[in-house]
């Protein structure tokens, strides 16, 4: 090989090198910048996860929430003895409640710590005492850490599995819960709903063939169902 040759291709390879370390290093940080940016968005999704109340979280929280001025607070005892992630995600929660009740002009039952409307469609819930009916056999209370949904015959269970199909049919469910509920509690069904909805129809109708009781509800924000 000449030395013409050997210089001519020495030329070539250093400015192959000049245009590839650029392409290269923008390739690399474009990498760290997306593994950062999922990094981030994933730690956004577990802080909101962390923040949300458990079915334990509030069955432990309830027993110091109490009602004053119609409005929910957390007692002295609360704010001494629950655990810190729970007293704040509940003090969070019922700030959101407080909100809601004030805006969309709520009232409290002091007694059962029930949030509704002044609703005259609550004498047709002979079904459930208290709570109010949104369909045939299918009633709603709503409280300061979401809404509650009651079922009282098999045909109501499939009437909530057939609207939970398609997304106007859970539109249509939330906004008879905020009929009665009020707009902002019942978005914690909306949040609930978007969350699980598609394991929801298949575990709400799992549980009602397993247990022979005549009612059961669902709770939300945290889709749990029970007996009653």
Known sequence: MTIKKKITMFLAGTMLSSVALPLLSNSVNADSIQ???????????????SSALSQSDIQL?????KVRNNQFYITQQGQNLLPN??????????EKTNQ????DKLIID????????Q????????GVKGATRIHSGCYVRGFWWGVRIYFTSNAAV?????KLSTASGVTTIVGMVAQVTGHEIAG?????LGAYTDSTSNRLANFNRRHRHSKIYMDAPNISFHTF
């Open 35 to 49: 593994a950062n940016k999922s990094y981030s968005n994933q730690a956004n999704v577990d802080q909101h996860i």
């Open 61 to 65: 929280a309830d027993q110091y929430v």
């Open 85 to 94: 992630n729970v007293f704040q995600s509940t003090k969070e929660q019922i």
């Open 100 to 103: 809601a009740i004030i805006k």
């Open 110 to 117: 002091p007694q059962t710590k029930e949030v509704a409307y």
């Open 119 to 126: 609703s005259p469609f609550v004498m047709f819930a002979s």
């Open 158 to 162: 499939n009437w909530f599995i057939g």
């Open 188 to 192: 914690t069904l909306s949040d609930a």
